[in-house]
């Protein structure tokens, strides 16, 4: 149930049974409720849509260039400033963060640096030796074995504080700051781009459109209170 509606509703009755009974209080309270409901309903309205001759309404089309911009300007130095990437690669203590890299390392395809490694020591001296013994059948069963130690010594490493410190120091510099800085702004514009301003209007309609109904409910109480006030003075 529309409980603005509602709220709008119980003053119209209440304003129309004071005027045909002939009720002052009823009347002046209803009036009051009435206005104040209405008041805050159209309100909102305005807040969302256009009203013909009415300036400031339709504020958020007509200020959504305005509001992407403050958008942008949030996320830039709020979110991503030098400081705030700072403390992101450092833990409570001013540490180097840790980044968990060996899922990463897991997936990576290790075939070309061993097809690499195979092409070095067949062409070295020991290469007409092997050729001798079997060739690359001799070392084609490493494969597997060498490819699962370079994996685990990559993780290793990068495990270790020393590569954290050597990430957060290469991260910290003054030229990586502002490309990364660069990429996230250009991201967010892309973003940004997408929205439309009947998509903006929609997402913050959705956000705050029950504590907007409370405003036509409290306008209505409020309007019924001062009504009341103003028919005992």
Request: net charge negative; glycine share 6%; aromatic share 10%.
């Amino acid at each position: 149930m529309n409980m603005s509606a509602v709220t709008s509703l119980i003053a119209l009755v209440t304003t129309l049974a004071g005027y045909f009974l002939a009720i002052p209080v009823l009347l002046t309270v209803g009036l009051f409720s009435l206005s104040g409901a209405c008041t805050n309903w159209l309100a909102i309205h305005m807040l969302f849509e256009k009203v013909p001759g009415l300036y400031g309404s339709g504020v958020i089309e007509a200020k959504f260039e305005q509001f992407k911009a403050a958008i942008k300007d949030l996320m830039m130095n709020e979110f991503f400033s030098d400081e705030n990437i700072d403390k992101f690669l450092s833990d409570n203590m001013g540490h180097a963060s840790h980044f968990d890299l060996s899922p990463v390392i897991e997936k990576i395809d290790f075939d070309p640096a061993y097809e690499s490694l195979v092409e070095t020591v067949l062409s070295s001296k020991f290469g007409q030796m092997l050729e001798m013994m079997g060739g690359r059948s001799l070392i084609d069963p490493l494969k597997e074995p060498y490819i699962e130690k370079l994996k685990q010594k990559l993780i290793d490493i990068s495990q270790s504080p020393d590569f954290d410190n050597l990430v957060k120091q290469s991260l910290e510099q003054p030229n990586i700051l502002a490309e990364m800085r660069d990429k996230v702004s250009h991201i967010i514009d892309v973003r940004l781009n997408e929205l439309t301003a009947q998509a903006v209007k929609k997402i913050v309609h959705k956000m705050i459109n029950e504590h907007l109904g409370w405003l036509v409910i409290w306008g209505g109480v409020f309007g019924a209170i001062f009504g009341l006030i103003a028919h005992l003075v």
